[in-house]
Structures are given as structure tokens and as C-alpha cells.
């Protein structure tokens, strides 16, 4: 529960820069999203995802971004391109 599955083809799939074509389902690592030893209760809340970007909430609060950076729409600053969920620092 809580966990972030992606499929399919575009920029913000989240699971490195080479991967950009994924034909079954296959899970974020939840680490990337503040699940870890200490957090083991961390999970996604809530997600939103377009073709070029996509963001994620977690159950403390915290947000995470990765795709395209389009007119800083990941809130990271100008990257580019995030391959991988990344905190986003408000």
C-alpha cells in the first residue's frame, strides 16, 4: 500500500534517465520516496502525473517531482530534467 507503479512511455516515468518505455507495471523504489530502516510507515498519499511530469505526496507531508522541469513546474530549481522522484525543499 502506498506505492508508486509506473507504466507506459514519456519523461516523467521515474525510473532513471534510460528508461523512457516501460510495457508492464513496474514499482518506484519506495526508498525514493522517504520509506527507509527508520521511516518503514512512509507511504504515497496522493500522486499527479502528466506525460512530461509528475509529483507525489507522502503521509508526512513531504513532495516529490521528477520529469521535465518546464518553466519550473518541479519546484527544484531549473534541472531540466529530473529522471527520478526528488524532495522537493519548501
Not at 534517465?17 to 508492464?24: E, G, H, Q, S, T
Not at 520516496?33 to 504515497?44: I, T
Amino acid at each position: 500500500m502506498g506505492n508508486v507503479f509506473v507504466w507506459g512511455q514519456g519523461s516523467a516515468l521515474g525510473l532513471g534517465p534510460n528508461v523512457k518505455l516501460v510495457k508492464k507495471p513496474q514499482i518506484i523504489p519506495p526508498p525514493l520516496f522517504g520509506r527507509n530502516d527508520f521511516s518503514s510507515d512512509v507511504e504515497v498519499t496522493s500522486i499527479s502525473s502528466s506525460f512530461f511530469y509528475a509529483g507525489a505526496i507522502n503521509s508526512l507531508g513531504d513532495v516529490y517531482t521528477w520529469g521535465k522541469d518546464i518553466y519550473g513546474c518541479l519546484g527544484l530549481g531549473d534541472v531540466g530534467f529530473q529522471p527520478f522522484p526528488f524532495k522537493v525543499r519548501i
